[in-house]
Protein backbone atom coordinates (compact mmCIF):
# COMPACT_ATOMS: atom_id res chain seq x y z
CA UNK A 1 0.00 0.00 0.00
CA UNK A 2 0.73 3.27 -0.95
CA UNK A 3 1.86 5.96 2.00
CA UNK A 4 2.31 8.83 0.64
CA UNK A 5 3.63 10.85 -2.51
CA UNK A 6 6.35 13.32 -2.64
CA UNK A 7 7.11 16.22 -5.59
CA UNK A 8 10.23 17.74 -5.69
CA UNK A 9 10.06 21.09 -7.56
CA UNK A 10 12.84 23.00 -7.65
CA UNK A 11 14.33 23.35 -4.42
CA UNK A 12 10.99 22.40 -2.36
CA UNK A 13 9.50 18.28 -1.76
CA UNK A 14 6.29 18.34 -1.21
CA UNK A 15 4.37 15.03 0.15
CA UNK A 16 1.21 14.98 0.21
CA UNK A 17 -0.65 11.65 1.96
CA UNK A 18 -2.78 9.36 0.03
CA UNK A 19 -6.16 7.59 1.55
CA UNK A 20 -5.22 3.49 1.42
CA UNK A 21 -6.94 1.92 -1.52
CA UNK A 22 -9.18 -1.57 -2.02
CA UNK A 23 -8.39 -3.15 -5.11
CA UNK A 24 -11.47 -5.46 -5.49
CA UNK A 25 -10.41 -9.11 -6.09
CA UNK A 26 -9.96 -9.38 -9.83
CA UNK A 27 -9.31 -13.22 -9.87
CA UNK A 28 -12.94 -13.57 -8.45
CA UNK A 29 -14.35 -10.89 -10.99
CA UNK A 30 -12.73 -12.89 -13.97
CA UNK A 31 -14.16 -16.13 -12.57
CA UNK A 32 -17.60 -14.62 -12.80
CA UNK A 33 -17.52 -13.31 -16.26
CA UNK A 34 -15.61 -16.81 -17.16
CA UNK A 35 -18.47 -19.00 -15.90
CA UNK A 36 -21.19 -16.57 -17.61
CA UNK A 37 -19.89 -16.99 -20.79
CA UNK A 38 -20.06 -20.61 -20.62
CA UNK A 39 -23.49 -20.66 -19.27
CA UNK A 40 -25.84 -20.81 -22.37
CA UNK A 41 -28.64 -17.98 -21.80
CA UNK A 42 -32.34 -18.94 -21.55
CA UNK A 43 -34.94 -18.27 -23.58
CA UNK A 44 -36.66 -14.82 -23.02
CA UNK A 45 -40.43 -15.98 -21.09
CA UNK A 46 -42.70 -14.44 -23.23
CA UNK A 47 -45.52 -11.87 -21.76
CA UNK A 48 -48.88 -13.93 -21.21
CA UNK A 49 -51.28 -12.34 -23.81
CA UNK A 50 -53.64 -10.06 -21.77
CA UNK A 51 -57.21 -9.58 -23.49
CA UNK A 52 -59.47 -6.70 -22.71
CA UNK A 53 -62.71 -8.49 -20.60
CA UNK A 54 -65.49 -9.17 -22.90
CA UNK A 55 -68.42 -6.30 -23.48
CA UNK A 56 -71.33 -7.23 -21.44
CA UNK A 57 -74.35 -8.65 -23.20
CA UNK A 58 -76.98 -6.13 -24.32
CA UNK A 59 -80.13 -6.18 -22.21
CA UNK A 60 -82.78 -7.78 -24.02
CA UNK A 61 -85.52 -5.36 -24.02
CA UNK A 62 -89.05 -5.42 -26.06
CA UNK A 63 -86.29 -2.84 -28.61
CA UNK A 64 -84.43 -5.55 -29.09
CA UNK A 65 -86.75 -8.88 -29.10
CA UNK A 66 -88.43 -7.71 -32.18
CA UNK A 67 -86.65 -6.27 -34.82
CA UNK A 68 -88.02 -3.76 -37.37
CA UNK A 69 -88.94 -6.44 -40.30
CA UNK A 70 -91.27 -8.02 -38.07
CA UNK A 71 -93.41 -5.19 -36.48
CA UNK A 72 -97.34 -5.53 -37.71
CA UNK A 73 -97.48 -1.36 -38.21
CA UNK A 74 -100.60 -0.02 -38.90
CA UNK A 75 -101.47 0.75 -42.75
CA UNK A 76 -98.92 3.03 -44.60
CA UNK A 77 -102.27 4.84 -45.50
CA UNK A 78 -102.21 5.68 -41.64
CA UNK A 79 -98.78 7.28 -41.98
CA UNK A 80 -99.65 9.14 -44.52
CA UNK A 81 -102.70 10.65 -43.23
CA UNK A 82 -101.26 11.92 -40.03
CA UNK A 83 -98.25 12.95 -40.92
CA UNK A 84 -97.52 12.71 -44.52
CA UNK A 85 -94.74 9.85 -43.51
CA UNK A 86 -93.21 12.80 -41.46
CA UNK A 87 -91.19 11.50 -38.41
CA UNK A 88 -90.69 15.02 -36.66
CA UNK A 89 -94.21 16.20 -38.01
CA UNK A 90 -96.03 18.53 -34.60
CA UNK A 91 -99.68 18.86 -34.49
CA UNK A 92 -100.15 22.54 -33.93
CA UNK A 93 -103.11 22.26 -31.44
CA UNK A 94 -102.10 18.89 -29.38
CA UNK A 95 -99.40 17.05 -27.84
CA UNK A 96 -99.42 14.77 -31.24
CA UNK A 97 -96.47 14.35 -33.03
CA UNK A 98 -93.88 11.92 -34.96
CA UNK A 99 -95.11 10.22 -37.97
CA UNK A 100 -97.61 8.31 -36.42
CA UNK A 101 -99.04 11.25 -34.17
CA UNK A 102 -99.23 9.67 -31.02
CA UNK A 103 -100.46 12.04 -28.02
CA UNK A 104 -97.72 11.98 -25.28
CA UNK A 105 -99.75 10.30 -22.93
CA UNK A 106 -100.26 7.61 -24.98
CA UNK A 107 -96.60 7.93 -26.63
CA UNK A 108 -95.41 7.33 -23.16
CA UNK A 109 -97.56 4.54 -21.86
CA UNK A 110 -96.28 2.61 -24.83
CA UNK A 111 -92.93 3.34 -24.11
CA UNK A 112 -93.01 1.92 -21.29
CA UNK A 113 -95.01 -1.02 -22.31
CA UNK A 114 -91.90 -1.94 -25.07
CA UNK A 115 -89.40 -1.39 -22.38
CA UNK A 116 -88.17 2.13 -23.42
CA UNK A 117 -88.92 3.97 -20.35
CA UNK A 118 -85.97 5.84 -21.18
CA UNK A 119 -88.43 7.43 -23.85
CA UNK A 120 -91.40 9.07 -21.13
CA UNK A 121 -90.93 12.91 -21.30
CA UNK A 122 -89.94 13.70 -24.70
CA UNK A 123 -92.46 13.79 -27.63
CA UNK A 124 -92.88 11.23 -30.13
CA UNK A 125 -91.57 13.20 -33.06
CA UNK A 126 -88.29 13.31 -31.16
CA UNK A 127 -87.78 9.89 -31.07
CA UNK A 128 -86.21 7.66 -33.61
CA UNK A 129 -87.53 6.26 -36.69
CA UNK A 130 -87.67 2.86 -35.33
CA UNK A 131 -88.82 3.64 -31.91
CA UNK A 132 -91.78 5.51 -33.17
CA UNK A 133 -92.79 2.14 -35.36
CA UNK A 134 -92.16 0.44 -33.01
CA UNK A 135 -94.72 1.82 -29.82
CA UNK A 136 -97.03 2.51 -32.85
CA UNK A 137 -97.04 -1.33 -33.83
CA UNK A 138 -97.44 -2.32 -29.56
CA UNK A 139 -100.70 0.74 -30.03
CA UNK A 140 -101.91 -1.25 -33.38
CA UNK A 141 -101.80 -4.93 -31.29
CA UNK A 142 -102.82 -6.69 -34.54
CA UNK A 143 -105.72 -4.36 -35.54
CA UNK A 144 -107.31 -4.16 -32.14
CA UNK A 145 -105.56 -0.87 -31.56
CA UNK A 146 -106.79 0.82 -34.78
CA UNK A 147 -109.18 3.16 -32.65
CA UNK A 148 -106.04 5.14 -32.34
CA UNK A 149 -106.35 6.23 -35.97
CA UNK A 150 -110.29 5.88 -36.57
CA UNK A 151 -109.96 9.40 -38.27
CA UNK A 152 -107.63 7.80 -40.89
CA UNK A 153 -109.30 4.23 -41.34
Request: with cysteine.
Given at each position: ?6 I ?23 A ?23 D ?26 E????Y ?24 R ?9 R ?31
Amino acid sequence: MLQGLSISIALATLTFPLAPVQVPDIQAKVAEIQQAARTPPTAPQAEPEVKPPPDPPAPVTAATRLPAPTLNLPPRSVLMCESGGNYQAQNPISSASGGWQMINSTAWGAARAIGRPDLVGRPARTWTRYEQDLAAAWLWDDGRGKSHWRACL
